[in-house]
């Protein structure tokens, strides 16, 4: 099978290396040159311009950062869907917005083209050493044609039907209950401290028991050492998440009261000049609201 | 240590039958009659009216429904705080409100007693087994001379300080913590249902994940199954419950958000006839709110 | 007529006023004794404890502060239903809960008298003047006999029907729709100051248009003012207004979501030490939360 | 001075008409044909292609149904920018959101012209007799050599100063305080009707007191009437208007937690399948909620 990569950043750059390590024909692009770290030593070829990407390939990958970035690369003049030839497979492996997805399949049905959404659980490190968790959704024929593909990077693919915005629901609900979790978690943190509570104690409750996951273990010991420079997601992309969900909601007729709530914290965060820092900071903007804390800046 | 036991419900029963089988000096009595099982046989004694519970006693536990209960057994003519005696401990291990607490509290130490605020996390099976937690708080001697009493009890103890409303913030913020867990799931899958998500894939994707913990897997199971008439916890008890947390938090001037969102479905779902169903049910809730169900009752 | 009259706040004298300028025979009380002020002199008399208040009287007047007031004075001992006497009507004119109006309105059923509620739409010096509304509800000829009353106390009485928990519904929502109207208008101020919205121009075109009403004339302009010390109304007895319908639905389950995000506000105003501002000081809170104002006070 | 309107729409067709009749030199478009209406006989020319409308002309006014429209109309291949002619004004009426005004204020900047973004209040009917509010925001020199147009128009320009998105916000703004204002008074009838309040007796209290304006009045009585298909603006169009309100206020990191309850109960309006009823029709949503109606649809 001959891929064409095109989006280098920390995710796209593991996930082409497993690609490329698995032996596959692979050629890579990213729009910033100069990213292709050890990748053409590890076999791959780099194209020049976006053009020379997919003629001539079966799968094209995308992994970009937001809803411009995929229409452009797919859409666009030189695109993947007009480049990657009748019957071939584009994988897209970024998150984004079911309207663009939605979009995007559509200009490749009219090519010939099949469209699998396919975006991913888990962070660059995990990437790299294959552990990620992939959710692909497409015609049933171009899920089965890239599942060598799919297996050679991550370590297992939840199957989410025919429909690729399914795929894209999946991924955007998984962030969304997360972020709700890490707002219930600040909520629940500055009530407790307002009682004396131990945060130490209350984490070691929740965690022991309940929600003995990860969102809480991660998110949970964050706010409890106030550690908000530790930055594993900016609340400023998280934040570009939500509103991709509450988007996906509204154009569903979904309210999403929770959903909701967790947006305007998002918001007040953002205004306090924290939109930089991991977003547990909901943590401190619930102290904030809750009269335990100083903002950290004036006006934004 | 001779213990008075006042509160025979499920989950009293239980944990009485924890201290007789450890071999306390057991007194029990419960409002309503018939209610000692086999308490008796396990070498517990009866007593005829709340009077005679307390009298000589060194402890006394109660497990009591609610706060007005708390308050009757407490702080009433013939109750706890008249009769327990100078030095001795009361140790309120039911699900009350900060206020109730804090006024218990104030009832004792003018009676030369101490309130230990001992609410459980778990279920009246698991506490039959010795397999609760305990989360407990109360003057550092008082609860040194109950902790053989929380030994025999529990599994663990979380020692959260000199403040008996500490502990009830933490009861209270655990089970907050999984509220807006429910209904945040429940916001999830309706969102999914609308992209054609299958509820079992976005189910694994979750529980396989960050979210792998009892909250989520028992409680989503329960809305992809829609089996909201096995009941662990009902919607009503579920408002109860957040309706103390969110009096805690408005005594302390912190705003709960996502504790709003969670308390308008918890009303939605009563109005609609689902006050006695699991609060999953919220799930419903959330598919009606979503267009994606009928009621099932119109006129409450 | 024969009047009892309890409760001599600023609103309790000046409609005690309005009753004895009438010519109706008045006997008052307060708990704090030195407020009859000029209503002596104005042909009223004064009785030195509650037990006096009533007993041969047709009419027992209430304007006590809260719930725990009503219930001392109407169904504690010497209180309202045990010397009013048969037939007797009690009209209380404070604004209190469902519960509380349902439970006073039971304890006269059954001592044979009738509980008119009939809470005052206006301020002190309105009441004075004779121009205060009155929503009044209970049994119909209870209302028909004390019309007289009314019609010399307020300027018109809205009949909301036999239940007397119509007409406190009545009070509470309208005290309501003014909360979410003054939140509406700090949301709507915050995003106008983001934009250099000049705060007189958005005033104006709120206030000559859509809502050229007294609610929005009158906390806009505080608004505009930032004039959060002129107070007419605290944020601390506002979130117990709030509270008072937040109940009312609770028990009706009723689902206020603009109420949750208003009484979210009003709970981060008093976090911030606002408690005791005009609760247009919530322009204020929604400033800070928009990341345009510091607060004026940390751990509270 | 000779003037370009593009959008003969309801209002655009009446606020043409206005300017026909003060003799300005009128040159109109729209992009279905067929729309002139009596404009002709009343002094206007008719442009056959966009191209056509602004060459030669001083001023062009748009009255475009949405961002889409106004960024076609105004950047595309002969669009406004392109063949107005430097030293232009380009009057944008239409309500449209912050960043699309931003964006066409820069094009504009950038070719030599001005925008004014001027949006409206009030409806068409209102607008055929002169009878509009305008708020006008742009460069001074811009606003003030279109200010006699403006005056042909309506009956009073509210001027907003220097920078185009402050008008926007304003007039967002305005909608978002109405919408705010028919969501409480959903909830308000709703926990009126729990209490038997006749509805028609709870209207009066309000709008004869603290709500006696036109938003109240209009609104209340479509509840009240449950008269919802007597369409002023349909919810869906609410909903869009909302989204432009939230996407503003998520731009500059404002909060707004009652424009988030109001949207999520436009959202599940417009599930249960009320999308071209009144918006007022947040009256029904809020009634099902609270259990006091049935949905008229099922899966949307």
Chains 1, 2, 3, 4 share one sequence.
């Not at 692909?136 to 990077?153: K, M, S, T, W």
């Not at 401290?193 to 070691?204: G, H, N, S, T």
């Not at 003995?212 to 997601?233: C, L, M, T």
């Amino acid at each position: 099978m001959r891929v064409g990569f095109v989006g280098l950043g920390r995710m796209g750059a593991a996930i082409a290396g497993r690609v490329a390590d698995a032996g596959f024909d692979l050629t890579v692009w990213n729009r910033t040159p100069g990213r292709t770290g050890d990748l053409l030593d590890r076999g791959a070829q780099e194209a020049g311009v976006l053009g020379e990407v997919c003629p001539g390939r079966d799968v094209a990958i995308t992994m970009v950062a937001d809803d411009d970035a995929l229409r452009e690369v797919a859409l666009g003049p030189d695109g993947i869907a007009q480049t990657l030839g009748p019957g071939g497979v584009h994988v897209a492996m970024g998150t984004h917005g079911v309207t663009a997805i939605a979009q995007v399949a559509d200009a490749h049905a009219q090519a010939g083209q099949s469209l699998v959404a396919a975006p991913v659980l888990g962070r660059p490190d995990v990437a790299a050493s294959g552990g990620l968790g992939i959710v692909a959704a497409g015609p049933a024929a171009a899920v089965e044609r890239v599942r060598p593909l799919l297996d050679a990077i991550g370590r297992h693919t939840f199957e989410a039907g025919e429909r690729p915005e399914s795929a894209t629901a999946i991924k955007l609900a998984n962030n969304f209950v997360l972020g709700c979790a890490i707002e219930a978690l600040a909520e629940a943190f500055a009530l407790g401290r307002r009682y004396d509570v131990d945060p130490a104690i209350l984490y070691e409750v929740l965690t022991e028991g309940l929600f003995s996951a990860p969102a809480f273990k991660v998110y949970g010991q964050i706010i409890v050492d106030e550690d908000y420079d530790r930055v594993g997601f900016t609340t400023s992309l998280a934040l570009k998440d939500i509103e991709l969900t509450m988007a996906a909601a509204s154009a569903a007729a979904v309210p999403l009261p929770s959903g909701s709530a967790l947006r305007d914290r998002l918001l007040a965060a953002i205004a306090q000049g924290d939109g930089e820092r991991d977003w547990a900071v909901l943590g401190r903007e619930q102290a904030r609201a809750s009269g335990l804390e100083q903002p950290t800046s004036s006006k934004a």
